[in-house]
């Protein structure tokens, strides 16, 4: 078994300079980006399908920015528009276990997928409790030059090394 990474595509500053000018327009345009409010919106429109006196009750809900798809619902059909044509362009598009997953907890893909499905819900989860995502407090924050995106992305790192470093305790070598 191959134990190595392939390199990324894009260089990481190229990547930044794109996602800051990305960031620029969206808040230009319209408003910071940001993803998890449009799962609350698709939540919302199928609850009012289902009970309406419960939508126009609700202290959450109820509110005009989920009663109504914007611009996010785009951005969020957009990025998985984008990211699948990226994969077919930079040719990594095929369904596969990762080589770091497959060498630290062996080759189901069926056990990969369920458990990224329950780290997606739990993210979304704890995004909403937060009254919004990472994308939002990380990026959108850091655009407007927010205080709080400060200690956020420190935490938000550190966490991630602290739960990378668990999942994957053997870190495979990367291709230069």
């Known amino acids: 078994m191959q134990n190595t990474v392939r390199s990324a595509p894009l260089k990481w500053l190229v990547a930044g ?3 800051g000018l990305c960031q620029i327009l969206a808040v230009a ?3 910071p980006l940001g993803v998890s409010t449009q ?5 919302t429109k199928i609850i009012q399908s289902i009970s309406p006196q419960y939508v126009q009750d609700h202290p959450l809900v109820s509110a005009d920015k989920y ?5 996010g619902w785009w951005l969020d059909i957009g990025l998985l528009i984008g990211a699948f044509v990226a994969a077919i362009a930079v040719r990594r598009w095929r369904i596969r276990g990762s080589t770091v997953w497959s060498h630290v907890n062996g080759h189901s ?3 990969r997928f369920l458990l990224c499905f329950i780290g997606g819900f739990l993210v979304l989860l704890g995004a909403r409790f937060a009254g919004g995502c990472t994308s939002g407090q990380f990026i959108s924050g850091w655009t407007q030059l927010s205080l709080s ?9 550190v966490a991630g090394m602290i739960t ?10 990367i291709d230069k």
């Not at 799962?39 to 939540?43: G, L, M, R, Y």
């Not at 995106?149 to 790192?157: L, R």
Request: no cysteine; charged share 15%.
């Open 109 to 111: 893909l069926g056990v």
């Open 29 to 31: 345009l319209s408003d």
């Open 164 to 173: 990378a470093r668990i999942i994957y305790p053997k870190t495979p070598r």
């Open 39 to 43: 799962f609350v919106i698709v939540d």
């Open 67 to 71: 009663q109504s798809f914007g611009y």
């Open 17 to 19: 300079i794109v996602l």
């Open 149 to 157: 995106a400060v200690p956020f992305t420190i935490g938000m790192f």
